[in-house]
């Protein structure tokens, strides 16, 4: 089973930008389709944005197309979430896990990390 570790979260202006990286552990991360998730504080967790194994396919929450970018990195085994233009609805603790990806299908199955903080100030 592949663990995943967040990090790259931190607190920023409205307009600003972060990256969020996604280590996973195990030979198998190539293999799977990667997804980014979020919950902000007093809400359901909700989707983010995916992405196939080679990378080729993507899909993105409407609330984030055009700002986010997913991609992946599979020889160093990390998942990546470039965050551009945030805006404070932004603000949510967010997770990466392993997905099952058939556009527009997409369904978490891995074991949740611990997150990462991201804050948006106005």
């Known amino acids: 089973q592949v663990q995943l570790v967040e990090s790259g979260g931190g607190l920023v202006q409205a307009g600003g930008s972060l990256r969020l990286s996604c280590a996973a552990s195990g030979r198998t991360f190539s293999s799977y389709s990667m997804g980014w998730f979020r919950r902000a504080p007093g809400k359901e967790r909700e989707f983010v944005a995916a992405?196939?194994?080679?990378?080729?396919?993507?899909l993105y929450a409407n609330s984030v197309k055009g700002r986010f970018t997913i991609s992946r990195d599979n020889a160093n085994n990390t998942a990546y979430l470039q965050m551009n233009n945030l805006k404070p609805e932004d603000t949510a603790v967010y997770y990466c896990?392993?997905?099952?990806?058939?556009?527009?299908?997409?369904?978490?199955?891995?074991?949740w990390g611990q997150g990462t903080q991201v804050t948006v100030s106005s």
């Open positions: 896990n392993a997905v099952e990806f058939n556009s527009p299908y997409v369904r978490p199955f891995g074991s």
């Open positions: 992405i196939s194994p080679s990378g080729g396919t993507t």
